[in-house]
Each structure stands twice: as C-alpha cells, then as structure tokens.
C-alpha cells in the first residue's frame, strides 16, 4: 500500500483526562495512514492550548475533565478558532452529547462504557469514518445555520377548527442534523393537519433523550416512535436507534411500526425505509426532506416518493453541515427544491395547503 502524503493526512487532536483513553484513541487513529495525531491533551486547558497552537483539522473530545471540562472548551474554541469537533460519550451520558452538539460538536460516538475499559477498541471503525469525515465539510465548523424568520411555532391563519385533509412529512437526517432538527421544529407553523416522522441516524439508546430534548426546546410534541401507535397530526415521531421506522394504514388509522434493522444495515434507522413507506401509504400527500449527512440513504426513498406524486425537498449546500445525502439526491434528479434551512418551514406551510386543496401542483 503506498504512503498517504503527510500534507493530505488528517491532523487530529485527542484530549481525554484518562491515558488508557487517550492511548487507545491516538493508537485507533494511527493505524490508518490517513490519519496523523499532531497532539494529545489530559484536560480542556491543554487540549485549548494546544488546539491554537497545532491547529488540527479534527479533536476528538471527552465532555468530563478537570481543570476545564469539554462543555467550556466547545464554547471558546468555537468563538476562538471554529474546529471540527467529534465527542466521544458514554450512553450514560445522553443529555450531555446533545449539548455539545448545540455548541458547536460536529458528531458524537457513543462508547460502550463511562469507565476506563478496553471495551474502546469497538468504535474503531466508527471513530475513524467520523474523523475521516471532515474532509467533506460544506462550511466552516461553528458556523450555525441560517436564524429562521417569523415566531417560533405560530399557526397559520384560518388553520384552526376546519376539517383538513391529514399529511405526512418525512424528514431525514445524519451528521449536523439534532441541531437542524430542532431549529426546523422551533420554527414550523403550528395547527398543520401534518403528522412529523424523522429518521435521524443514531445509536440506540439516545433517540428518546433526544426526542425528549426535542419537545422540550421546541414546543412541538416530539416522542420516540413506539409501534403500534397512531401517528396523530400535529405530533413528531423519532425513529428508536438502531431500528427502522415504517408505517402502515389500519382501517382510517395511520400506524406507526418499529422493525430491526437487516443485520450490518449500512445506515440506521434508514432514510430509505421511512421515505418508502410513507410514500406508499401517502402517496401524493407525502413532503420528503433530506438534512445535512454523509453518504447515500435518503435517495432510493425519494424515488418512490416521486413517484407515487408526493414531493421532495433537500437542505441546500449553504447550511448543510455534511452536502453528501443531498447531493446525492439532487444529483440523481430526485429533488423538487433545494432550499436553506431556514427555507424549509415555508416550504412545509405551502405543502399543507396545497393537500387542503387537493392539488400537488
């Protein structure tokens, strides 16, 4: 195997209070030749330190440390010299990962342990995509998406006591998208006859904490998807990490169903699966929307939602953390609109009118 040239090699930054950490990271990291470990820090006023000083395309950073701990660190680095930042958590940890991701973290792994444990060496391959990932950065880190005009969560004009004809919207996501996901909800007209179902790649474990955050922060009433239940309108849905959200008609009730995910599934919970679905129980009723995320999932269900006659959206470049699923949607020819986040809402609101009035024109 040749040599990666050193001048194409990600530069990364590990800081973690443990050694045994910080020693199995830097080893998982310097096995690929793709990647060079420029530095390594005990705390966040090291890691601070040496993040101005070195200068590295990527950290990988533990939230809990003496001194200064990663939710201080996240905030001046941010401020100071916006870097691509991954978080590695235990899942005992849930509420502090989305924090961080509200600071400015580009992406989390979930270790398997909170303790000091050889058990690390499982998120290899998972730490060494994410590192890899930043090579393919739409726009500089720290940079937050477009603030979204009007009040958060108003209701559209004459929504309210009419008999409207119900929707779905679809929306996926993968890396940046909890934080373009809760800034879409803040912002989203309330009183739509719309029902939300989101697949946003993710661990189990985390998905309830993070539909739990959701609601909390947003006003919207966000839960995570249980099967069997009624996706009512008005209500969001996040798919359970580590399976796959699909649904289905019951008499006039649309239901929800929660599956296992095909084993070594490249992408879960699927974008492909939830989009499918919902296009063959919608049809022309269906709005797909495709969030920031590296990869592909997402354009085989924008397919079928296309042709059933429903609609398809992706995030645009300019606020999309990570281009690839949208790009690679809009590249297939598969996308109606390609829009900023901050775009979106609108785009919701003359969805829902346009089923109101029985058109898809």
């Given amino acids: 195997m040749n040599a990666v040239p050193p001048k194409t090699r990600v530069r990364a930054l590990v800081i973690d209070d443990s050694a045994y950490n910080r020693a199995t990271i830097a080893q998982i990291l310097e096995e690929s030749q793709e990647v060079e470990v420029v530095g390594r820090a005990a705390d966040g006023e090291e890691g601070l330190r040496l993040a101005l000083e070195l200068k590295p395309d990527v950290i990988t950073l533990d939230l809990e440390m003496p001194r200064m701990d990663g939710f201080t660190f996240l905030r001046i680095l941010m401020e100071r010299q916006p870097t691509p930042v991954i978080i590695i958590s235990s899942y005992s940890r849930k509420q502090n990962v989305f924090k961080a991701l509200e600071l400015g973290a580009l992406d989390f792994i979930a270790k398997p342990t909170h303790h000091i444990s050889p058990e690390l060496s499982e998120i290899a391959s998972e730490l060494l995509s994410k590192v890899l990932m930043v090579r393919q950065l739409s726009f500089g880190v720290g940079r937050r998406p477009l603030a979204i005009d009007g009040a958060p969560g108003t209701t559209p004009a004459g929504a309210a006591g009419r008999a409207l004809q119900t ?154 953390v990570i281009f690839g699923m949208p790009r690679e949607a809009i590249d297939a020819g598969l996308v109606d609109r390609v829009l900023r986040l901050d775009e979106i809402p609108s785009e919701v609101e003359r969805f829902s009118k346009k089923i109101q009035n029985g058109s898809q024109s």
């Fill in 167 to 320: 929707g779905l919207v679809a929306i996926g996501a993968s890396t940046g998208g909890p934080p373009a996901l809760q800034r879409l909800f803040q912002s989203l007209p309330r009183g739509l006859p719309l029902s939300y179902l989101v697949a946003q790649h993710m661990p189990e474990k985390f998905t309830q904490a993070f539909a739990e955050r959701l609601a909390r922060y947003t006003g919207l009433p966000v839960k995570e998807a249980e099967d069997g239940e009624e996706a009512l309108p008005g209500r969001a849905y996040i798919a359970p990490g580590g399976r796959n959200l699909r649904l289905r008609w019951s008499a006039d009730r649309l239901v929800l169903e929660v599956r296992p995910a095909p084993e070594r599934a490249k992408y879960v919970p699927s974008i492909d699966e939830l989009f499918s679905c919902a296009a063959e129980a919608l049809g022309e009723r269906t709005l797909a929307i495709l969030l920031t995320g590296m990869g592909s999932d997402g354009c085989l269900g924008m397919r079928r939602v296309r042709e059933r006659g429903g609609r398809t959206v992706a995030e645009s470049q300019e606020t999309a």
